[in-house]
């Protein structure tokens, strides 16, 4: 577990790759993209600290089932709009606030970070968080999708080696 306040990028790729069992390539080449289209911060020689929206946006662009496509399906999911259940109004949002109080930094008592996942349907641009939040485009596609399943677990897990303790401490 990390305990420093700024963590490398080997970190945040090998934190990542061995939570969601992803292959270090992969992770690596969609942080770089992320980084490079500005989703989330970058600079050298010290890394920025790691935030709960950059890990949000992260995991969202991971779902992606190609690296070129990872930017696009990060901000294409990122910005859906939730249709039920309460909570924030993007699935974005609601990661990071998800994110936020896997670490302490927020409560929430309406939901169970043990118990839940985000599953993302690739062709129809659906995104399922937990049980009752739920987001998809106006657009209908027939047929099969194909679907990415990430546990909030994972997310907790990845959240507590890459934040520092405290919110605000870097």
Known sequence: MTTKNRV????????????LNLPR????????????QDRIASARPVS??????????IALALTSPTVGRAVETEKALGSLNFREGEGQLTPEDELTDLIESSVGWRYRGDFDI????????HDDAVVWVGKSRFAKKDVKAGGLSKFTKIKFAALAAIARELLPAERGVA
Do not use: C, N, W, Y
């Open 8 to 19: 490398g990028v080997d970190e945040v790729v090998d934190a990542f790759t061995e939570h």
């Open 25 to 36: 390539k992969f992770v690596r080449q969609v942080i770089a993209a992320e980084k490079a």
């Open 48 to 57: 920025p600290p790691m935030t709960p929206r950059a890990i949000a946006r």
């Open 114 to 121: 043990r118990d839940g996942s985000l599953i993302v349907a």
